[in-house]
Each structure stands twice: as structure tokens, then as C-alpha cells.
């Protein structure tokens, strides 16, 4: 008996420490624009660094959504629209759910079975899984998604440990209550799905793998879905993508004019034999910094405006990707956003005509496209597993005119030094 209960604790902490394990990468995405991300990743990193050595792991670190560029189909667009709308629904049920729960055992309700609890018995794991999904949509490493798939697999068991606890608390009563009810699902859903499965050994073993395996699966597919959406512009061993949309015009015209500005050049930033991926943004697009480290005012974690970063990204997720720094700074301080991004502009434009709703500029962040096959690669195999990122340097230009204004060498990391960070 006591081995059966020290095998069953174990069990119980083995799954609370997946469950734990999830929240802590699916919560990276807080941490990394918030002032404790150095300390987070001094612990972290080298686990991300172990797995981004080995090609067998590397994908885990992966992302397979867009994040930095705006989703450039309706299709993404949905996608990232339900990833809010699933965080703040999963939070908000929780939050009802378990107020339910834990006001029932302080006034001594007996079985909850009101609100949700009338239609599902686990409405709270279903919550928190919801809240799971649109985290991995926010942020989609692979490894958020892998984590979430061993979450719903543990959330699955404890459930069944919880329905055995109150049969043998409540009896008949409690078995009353599952006949009228689903596990996670209303119980005709319920009842159509455990049909295929008709043996609970089975469903022990098929129900997790199954829940897994579309996971991954799906993560697999959106990933390809997202590079085959990308308009990539290409021109010799150079491939540009723009971070916004409506810049997908603008952007066979820059990489022509910078590949003018570098023929010939003595000291050229760009080696024929290599290959380079350049990414066409506003001179003071917010997430630059994750590809290069191009200056103190894109590093997110130094901007100690955490919660409104959040609470802007979740509720504005694309308005949110277009405002500068100075933007939401001016938010914060109830100041004229243009007079803010003009006297903060990177570029050191500061024209009074000039409207930044129009502007003409734009940086152009380039990175070496390191690989182990000989041919050149372009398009979406730069944004291959196996393929490593380093940055170079960053171009600024007028898209009008053609003009480049600045050119500046970057040092060979990010913003976040080694943390493996989105390509797309």
C-alpha cells in the first residue's frame, strides 16, 4: 500500500513539474521584455544553447508562426486574432472556475456542479489549456508547443486521479454527475470521441499520443504554411522580406540599390560565396533588436514598460508590431506621437513636413545565413532548422529617392547576445 502511494506521488509530481516546466517557456515571452531577462536566461540559456548545438534538438527553439513580421495572409491574421482571444477567454474561465470550486469548500457545496461544471467536469484544465493554445500562438517556439502537448497529456491523467478521489469521497452521487457531464468536452462530443476508443487501457495509451501527435503536427504545418505565405524578394545571393505587408513594394527597389551600393565597393559588407538574408522594417520598428543589436533603445527589457508591452500585444497584437518605442512612450506620457518618433527618430530625421504615417525611410537589417550545403540557398530555406543567423549590419535609405543614409556594422549577436531568437 505504501508503495502504491509513494508511486502515485511521484506520478502527481512528475506531472506538476511538467505543468511547471510549460509555464516557464511559455512565460519566456514576458520575462525576455521585462528587466529580470538576464537574469531568467543565466539560467535558461544554457539549456536553449544545448538544444539550438545539436540538429537533432535545434527545432525545438524554432518558431512556427510569424512573430516579428506581420502576418502576411488573412489566414495568419485569424490565427493570431484567436491566439489573444484564447488567452483572455482561458484566463477569464479559470479565474470563474475556480472561484466556483474554492467558494464551494469553504461553504461546504458538496459536488460543484453549476455554471460550466453543469456541462464538463474539468472546465478549469480546459481553461488553462486554452490559455496554453493561445500562449503557443503568441509565442510559437516549438518547444512551447512540445511542453503544451505534455501538459494536455498530464492535465488528462490528473483529471482521471481526481475523478477516482471524488467517486470514492462523494459515490453514487459523483457517478451521477459523470453520467450527465463530459471529461472536457459537453458529453454528446464527449461520448463520440471515447467511441472510437472503446477500451480504457487504449484510451490510457491512444488519447495521449493522439493528443501529442496533432500537436506537433499542427505546429509542422502552420510553420510551412507561414514560409510558403512569405513574398520573399531575391536578387543574386541576397533574399529580402518585409516586416510589414504593405512595405512588400518597396522591397525589390532597396535591394536593388543596395546591392548598387556594394558592387565594386572596396570593403563590401557582402561576400559573394555567402549567402544573406535582409529584412526591410521602419527605422524604429519595436522588435529589431531580435535579429540585431542595433542600439539601447530596442532592447525591450530595458524599457521597464512590461505590462503595457503585454497588455498592448495581446489586445493590439498588430498595432502593437508597428509602433516604435517612442510610440508607446508618448502613449505613457500623453504626448503627440508624431513630435515623439520624430525627435526619437534612429535615422536622425527630423523634418516637421515630414509625416511618419508616410515616411520614406526604412531600415534594412542583414544577416550572414550560415549552412552546411554548398549550393546557395535562398527564399524560405534561409529560414531552415539547420541554418545559422548572424548579424552584419544595418542599412538605412530613402525608398524614395534611393538614397542610403547610414550604413553601420553590428556586432555578430542579438540584442539577447546568444539567446536563440525568431527568424520570422
Known amino acids: 500500500m505504501k508503495t ?3 508511486a502515485k506521488l511521484t506520478s502527481r509530481l512528475i506531472a506538476q513539474c511538467s505543468i511547471l516546466v510549460f509555464f516557464i517557456t511559455a512565460l519566456e515571452i514576458i520575462i525576455m521584455i521585462s528587466p529580470f531577462a538576464f537574469f531568467f536566461y543565466s539560467v535558461f540559456n544554457p539549456v536553449f544553447k544545448f538544444i539550438d548545438h545539436y540538429p537533432v534538438t535545434k527545432w525545438l527553439t524554432s518558431f512556427f508562426l510569424p ?3 506581420l502576418p502576411p495572409t488573412s489566414f495568419l491574421v485569424v490565427v493570431r486574432i484567436l491566439g489573444s482571444i484564447l488567452i483572455v477567454a482561458g484566463l477569464f474561465t479559470f479565474v470563474i472556475c475556480a472561484s466556483q470550486v474554492y467558494l464551494g469548500k469553504i461553504f461546504k457545496w458538496g459536488i460543484v456542479d453549476k455554471g460550466l461544471y453543469r456541462l464538463i ?3 478549469q484544465y480546459l481553461a488553462l489549456v486554452m490559455w496554453g493554445f493561445g500562449m503557443c500562438i503568441l509565442w510559437p517556439r516549438f518547444i512551447v508547443l512540445a511542453s503544451l502537448s505534455v501538459m494536455v497529456v498530464f ?3 490528473l483529471a482521471k486521479d481526481e475523478e477516482r478521489r471524488m467517486m470514492a469521497r462523494y459515490g453514487d452521487s459523483y457517478r451521477k454527475y459523470m453520467l450527465k457531464t463530459g471529461m472536457f468536452f459537453p458529453r454528446f462530443i464527449d461520448e463520440r470521441f471515447w467511441a472510437l476508443i472503446p477500451s480504457s487501457l487504449t484510451r490510457n495509451i491512444i488519447a495521449p499520443l493522439l493528443a501529442v501527435s496533432t500537436l506537433m503536427a499542427s505546429g509542422f504545418c502552420l510553420r510551412e504554411i507561414t514560409l510558403r505565405s512569405i513574398p520573399f524578394v531575391t536578387d543574386e545571393n541576397v533574399t529580402l522580406v518585409s516586416i510589414l505587408p504593405e512595405d512588400n513594394k ?8 543596395i546591392l548598387k551600393t556594394q558592387h565594386g565597393k572596396q570593403g563590401s559588407l557582402l ?6 538574408l535582409a529584412y526591410l522594417m521602419p527605422a524604429d520598428y519595436i522588435m529589431q533588436g531580435m535579429i540585431a543589436n542595433t542600439g539601447s533603445d530596442f532592447h525591450l527589457f530595458k524599457q521597464h514598460n512590461t505590462l503595457t508591452m503585454i497588455t498592448e500585444w495581446v489586445v493590439h497584437p498588430f498595432e502593437h508590431l508597428r509602433s516604435s518605442p517612442s510610440l508607446h512612450m508618448a502613449k505613457m506620457h500623453n504626448v503627440s506621437p508624431d513630435f515623439a518618433r520624430r525627435h526619437h527618430c534612429p535615422i536622425g530625421i527630423n523634418d516637421a513636413n515630414l509625416q511618419c504615417n508616410n ?6 537589417i542583414i544577416v550572414e545565413v550560415d549552412h552546411a550545403t554548398d549550393e546557395h540557398l535562398s527564399g524560405s530555406g534561409l529560414l531552415s532548422f539547420n541554418t545559422i543567423r548572424i548579424p552584419i549590419c544595418y542599412i538605412d535609405l530613402n525608398t524614395s529617392t534611393g538614397e542610403i543614409v547610414n550604413i553601420n ?3 555578430k549577436v542579438t540584442a539577447w547576445q546568444e539567446v536563440p531568437t525568431p527568424a520570422i
Do not use: Q, T
Open 4 to 6: 502504491f502511494s509513494l
Open 67 to 69: 512573430h516579428m513580421i
Open 121 to 123: 467536469r474539468h472546465p
Open 155 to 157: 492535465y488528462y491523467f
Open 250 to 257: 518597396l522591397g525589390k527597389n532597396a535591394l536593388d540599390n
Open 271 to 276: 561576400i559573394p560565396n555567402k549567402d544573406y
Open 359 to 364: 515616411c520614406p525611410f526604412r531600415r534594412v
Open 409 to 411: 556594422k553590428v556586432e
